[in-house]
């Protein structure tokens, strides 16, 4: 892994695209991942940029934005402005291209510098995502955050298979992220499950009941064909994403699966569909 500790000029991103309906701003306190050699770096759409990978294998570098706490301190009033003079809610998602609590950030808690900025200067509304239960040594926080915006934690769970045939495993196993689901409900923060890429399901009754139990509040599904900013899946046809989860079920490589497992899901919870999902608009 190369690691580069570096001042980054910018910090909170104008949402365009995808993410425009979903947050104004998104934050990122590294570039790269240290999760990109897990099974989720496989299909990771952000390994597909290469203005942010400039060459770099996915997976083998972060770069470490250690100015960050200070950064967010010196930009959060222009944005926030920014936003309210477009009567929108400032909202931040973090994070649209890496994980915050990937490997680096027990070493140099970037995430927990902006985090503790935030406290000082809070957004409208906070949308943190993550693969890792190791969310839960900001727990303190968060709950201090929760308190002082709108606050909703998405924990990326793509299925209930801890592997997919020929793909290396998670970052987190499923057990470990359930189990941080219902910590985090359990203190009252607003939790989500985020099956994105929907991985297929072994027994999705069960899944979306132990889902359900854990106290999250509902459920992003996902498919990897519209979910990867290609109508039709092509950057992740180019992966071993599509044969890994057609080994194990055919029909999960097409659309119409996120339809049916959409479906199940409704049963247990609201649910929330691609983008309308990530930007917390759900049915039930
Ligand atoms: S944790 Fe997120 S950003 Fe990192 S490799 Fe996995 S999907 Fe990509």
């Given amino acids: ?30 570039s790269g991942c240290g999760y990109g050699l897990s099974s989720c770096g496989e299909g990771c759409y952000v ?4 203005w942010l990978t400039r060459g770099r294998e996915w997976g083998k570098f972060v770069d470490v934005k250690v100015n960050a706490g200070e950064l967010y301190i010196q930009s959060v009033e222009k944005e926030k402005n920014w936003t309210h003079k477009r009567s929108i809610p400032f909202t931040i998602f973090m994070s649209s291209s890496t994980d915050p609590w990937q490997p680096a950030e027990k070493k140099y808690r970037v995430t927990r510098a902006i985090l ?5 200067c809070p957004p409208d509304a906070l949308i943190l995502q993550t693969h890792s239960a190791s969310i839960l040594d900001d727990l303190t926080i968060l ?25 290396p495993p998670p970052p987190c196993s499923v057990e470990q992220r359930i189990s941080a689901l219902e910590q985090l409900s359990t203190q ?10 929907l ?9 979306f009941e132990r889902l359900k139990n854990s106290g999250a509040s509902a459920v992003i599904i996902d498919h990897f064909i519209e979910g990867d900013g290609t109508a039709e899946g092509s ?13 194990i079920q055919t029909d999960s490589i097409h659309l119409s699966y996120r339809d049916h497992i959409a479906t199940i899901a409704r049963a247990y919870l609201p649910v929330g569909i691609s983008a309308q999902g990530f930007a917390g608009r759900y049915s039930h």
Avoid at 3 to 28: E, P
Avoid at 47 to 50: A, C, D, L, Q, Y
Avoid at 188 to 197: E, I, M, Q, R, Y
Avoid at 199 to 207: G, I
Wanted: proline share 6%; charged share 20%.
């Fill in 47 to 50: 390994r597909f940029n290469h």
């Fill in 143 to 167: 709950l201090e955050l929760s308190r002082l915006c709108s606050l909703r934690v998405h924990i990326s769970i793509e299925g209930d298979r801890n592997r997919l045939p020929g793909l």
């Fill in 188 to 197: 009252g923060l607003k939790t989500v499950a985020c099956l994105s890429p």
């Fill in 235 to 247: 950057r992740t046809f180019k992966t071993r994403l599509p044969s890994a989860m057609s080994k």
């Fill in 1 to 30: 892994m190369q690691t580069d500790l570096i001042h980054s000029k910018t910090l909170l991103t104008r949402s365009s695209g995808y993410l425009k309906s979903v947050c104004s701003h998104s934050l990122n306190p590294y």
């Fill in 199 to 207: 991985y297929p399901l072994e027994n999705p009754q069960h899944f």
């Fill in 116 to 120: 503790k900025s935030m406290t000082t």
